[in-house]
């Protein structure tokens, strides 16, 4: 048996053992089955690519474990940073467009960056607080096109607002 064969059969194995377990801790810490999912996923990527040091931990749990909650703690990070950004632009929109910082009305300009559906399905997630399903369930798509969709629009958002702005 190849030597990656066997790697590969150690991995499968961790995550046929371990998943359930991660996947409700990452829940449990996210609060989004999806991006639990997501994040586990995630750690089992880096599994992969550290392969060699998850090997060589004494205890290969753990060392899941913590990876996992490395992968969480990015996550929160890049949601909250995003979050806060998309609340203050939208904030902003609130304002007329007349007193509004460069004179732009940040609605229209969001609108008109991701258009007019996505900008909608973005303010669902981040300030409705919708859930991935809920939000999916509401435009007749599936979850999965729907998250990225959502991330599509994030990129384009940050792209655009750094070309435009800073």
Known sequence: MSNNTENNRIIEELY??????LL?????SLGDPHLA?????????????KFVQLMESQNRQGWLTNTLKHVISNTRRSQTKFNSLFMIITAAA????????????????????????????????????????EASNEIGISVNA??????????????????DFL
């Open 94 to 133: 609130q304002i007329p467009s007349e007193i509004s910082e460069d004179n732009v009305d940040l609605a229209m300009y969001c609108t008109t960056v991701l258009g007019k559906e996505n900008f909608w399905l973005v303010k669902q997630i981040i300030i409705e607080k919708k859930t991935m399903l």
């Open 146 to 163: 729907c998250k990225k969709r959502i991330q599509r629009a994030k990129d384009k958002l940050k792209d655009a607002i750094v070309k």
């Open 16 to 21: 046929i053992d371990l998943y359930p377990k």
């Open 24 to 28: 409700r801790y990452a829940t449990n």
């Open 37 to 49: 999912e997501e994040a586990v996923q995630e750690t089992f990527r880096i599994a992969c690519a």
